[in-house]
């Protein structure tokens, strides 16, 4: 199992970024989908979960009407776009799969909201 985040980078608050992860090694049609992130010194929290089919989707309180979490079966790729960011966003930012109860985690790609 492989999964690829990108998209990070620099922003300044009320801007947008839009993060992809490529996942790899599994039947990806068949997992659903999750993006997490993870604050410098804070626990990693659950951003939005997308169902296999991609025909139901959940967010955080902090995240709707901000974020949304897509995807794209045919090209094993996993989105999440964000817009109005704040400065409270910037986390690593990671996808994630559970496969047989076990938790596969990307690398993860760094959002920074600051001006």
């Known amino acids: 199992v492989r999964l690829v985040e990108s998209g990070g980078g620099l922003v300044q608050p009320e801007g947008s970024l839009s993060l992809t992860c490529a996942a790899s090694?599994?039947?990806?049609?068949?997992?659903?989908m999750k993006w997490y992130r993870q604050a410098p010194g804070k626990e990693r929290e659950w951003v939005a979960s997308?169902?296999?089919?991609?025909?139901?989707?959940n967010y955080a309180d902090s995240m709707k009407g901000r974020f949304t979490i897509s995807r794209d079966n045919a090209k094993n790729t996993v989105y999440l776009q964000m817009n109005s960011l704040k400065p409270e966003d910037t986390a690593m930012y990671y996808c994630?799969?559970?496969?047989?109860?076990?938790?596969?985690w990307g690398q993860g790609t760094q959002v920074t909201v600051s001006s």
């Open positions: 994630n799969a559970r496969i047989y109860f076990n938790d596969y």
């Open positions: 090694g599994f039947t990806f049609s068949s997992s659903a």
């Open positions: 997308i169902t296999r089919s991609g025909g139901t989707t």
